[in-house]
């Protein structure tokens, strides 16, 4: 493979998360003694422009299917977090009634939502058919389609060219991104800002946020490679805000070249990046070791509490939750089931462990003790909302950055 920024060819494996299958890829009762296909899951960086991406890609086809099972309304916290987003976004450009806006994998349309509740024109763009036509019934306009040059055409031709282009937690699923930014300079006015938002490899090296890597998540933002890929493009990053949301995250603010004055906090990012090293394949090396150590922690505690007799579950299947238990290994050896919040995954089984996906109410009605929290990044909220698990004793398992019992 080629580094999916500069083209070159000379990639350095730092760590490997063995096979497994996608993450979104939930399973009916009638698929479970069918063949499940396993995909590589390594990380690389490339030694040109020091960009960590993925070394192998899963068809598109193949990850964002019609049952695709993730809902980003799920969460009140993230549903703020959008709003807010938003609101900040028609602050910081001046938006009114007459600008258009696109956001890219727009899911069922909460980010949008928040500028059609501000006046905004809106339009939304997501592959998954089943997620759009939740997003269309929720009145968010929106194509069931994967973004690129034809339709970039078809929606000028249609609503006129975008202010605002987002790409929230969608940038690093794209594995073309030189075509990527060839239908974004199509789509956008000429001063409009490209958005991007996405896990930044700061905090994940940082948090030991192994979890987050998985097959849809092709590449780990950082601006040391993606300053020279955006101005080889003709665009320009010109502001930059990190955020808490997913375990910490970074938005981009892209514009075409030299159209905007590039904030101080850019160059401040890509020093604190130079300064912690988060590039040198020594600290690379060292974050895939501190993967194995809580690997080894996690299990030796699920087996301990196992053999007091204790009775696990793990709560919410997050796609991070999904790499954490194949990489680890849980399965029914040591969870009784999983449960959710989602219906379009509740009464399936986990892609690879197989474990049985019940509403979070069977904590209570099936006692148990322990609840391994897969979607740590949302602890707060979830165990704030499961008063009755807590109330009767049940304890909760945040597997990262360390396990601990809380």
């Known amino acids: 493979m080629r580094c999916r920024l500069c083209g070159h060819d000379n990639l350095s494996p730092f760590l490997d998360l063995g096979f497994t299958p996608p993450a979104d890829q939930f399973l009916i009762k009638e698929q479970l003694n069918e063949p499940e296909t396993y995909y590589p899951l390594t990380v690389v960086r490339c030694d040109q422009c020091f960009f960590v991406q993925l070394s192998y890609v899963v068809h598109p086809g193949i990850l964002y299917r019609n049952d695709y099972p993730y809902e980003s309304s799920m969460t009140r916290t993230g549903v703020t977090h959008f709003d807010a987003f938003a609101e900040s976004v028609m602050e ?121 890597i998985y097959h849809e998540h092709l590449s780990y933002l950082s601006l040391l490679p993606l300053i020279p890929f955006f101005k ?21 603010f892209v514009s075409r070249a030299l159209k905007r004055d590039v904030s101080p906090e850019v160059n401040e990012l890509v020093n604190y990046e130079k300064v912690q090293k988060i590039h040198s394949m020594d600290s690379l090396f060292r974050f895939a070791e501190k993967v194995e150590i809580n690997r080894r922690s996690l299990l030796s505690l699920l087996v301990s509490l196992k053999e007091q007799g204790k009775k696990i579950a793990a709560v919410s299947a997050p796609a991070k939750g999904m790499t954490l238990l194949n990489y680890c290994k849980i399965g029914n050896n040591l969870l009784e089931f999983v449960t959710e919040k989602s219906t379009l995954k509740i009464n399936k089984f986990t892609p690879g462990m197989h474990l049985p996906v019940l509403p979070d109410s069977a904590l209570v009605s099936e006692k148990i003790d322990y609840a391994l929290l897969l979607a740590w990044n949302f602890k707060d909220e979830i165990m704030r909302n499961l008063t009755e698990f807590k109330d009767g004793g049940g304890r909760f398992i945040i597997p990262i950055p360390e396990p601990v019992v809380v």
């Open 92 to 212: 910081m450009f001046h938006l009114s009634s007459k600008d258009f806006v696109i956001d890219i994998g727009s899911n069922v349309g909460v980010l949008l939502s928040g500028f059609k509740n501000r006046g905004c024109r809106i339009l939304g763009i997501d592959p998954a058919e089943n997620i759009a036509q939740i997003a269309n019934h929720n009145g968010i306009p929106t194509l069931p389609v994967f973004f690129n040059n034809d339709v970039a055409l078809n929606v000028i031709k249609k609503h006129g060219k975008a202010k605002i282009v987002t790409a929230s937690n969608v940038f690093a699923h794209i594995d073309n991104l030189n075509l990527l930014m060839k239908d974004i300079d199509t789509v956008l006015d000429e001063d409009g800002i490209f958005i991007v938002e996405g896990p930044y490899l700061v905090h994940l090296l940082a948090k030991l946020e192994y979890d987050t």
């Open 232 to 252: 080889k493009c003709g665009f320009e990053l010109f502001d930059v805000r990190q955020f808490d949301i997913h375990g910490g995250s970074i938005r981009l």
